[in-house]
């Protein structure tokens, strides 16, 4: 079943920013450190910032400085502020645990950055 909904992706231009949400499914995920994970067009699904049940965070380094992780345990959503945004930060964004994610897959929230 569906455990991730992502969503608040969209266009925007260079220099723009968006927030992205993600409301999971399971409550006990909140004790599981949670990650943002993007997929490109031709690439390889990647995480790109994570953090903890103690909201320790860790972030990818193309994006260090410019997107920030945060979560809510009580409404069970994660989120992904990211500023800046740069036409390589263009992919879809997925929710999961991390490092390692579950089998399911939300059906992730798209981020196009383009002038």
């Known amino acids: 079943q569906v455990q991730f909904v992502e969503s608040g992706g969209g266009l925007v231009q260079p220099g723009g920013s968006l927030r992205l949400s993600c409301a999971f499914s399971?409550?006990?995920?909140?004790?599981?450190?949670m990650g943002w994970y993007r997929q490109a067009p031709g690439k390889q699904r990647e995480l790109v910032a994570n953090i903890t049940a103690g909201r320790s965070t860790n972030y990818a380094d193309s994006v260090k400085g410019r997107f920030t992780i945060s979560r809510d345990n009580a409404k069970n959503t994660l989120y992904l502020q990211m500023n800046n945004l740069k036409p390589d930060d263009a992919a879809v964004y997925y929710c999961?645990?991390?490092?390692?994610?579950?089998?399911?897959w939300g059906q992730g929230t798209q981020v196009t950055v383009s002038s």
């Open positions: 999961n645990t991390a490092p390692s994610p579950r089998n399911s």
């Open positions: 399971r409550r006990d995920f909140r004790i599981y450190t």
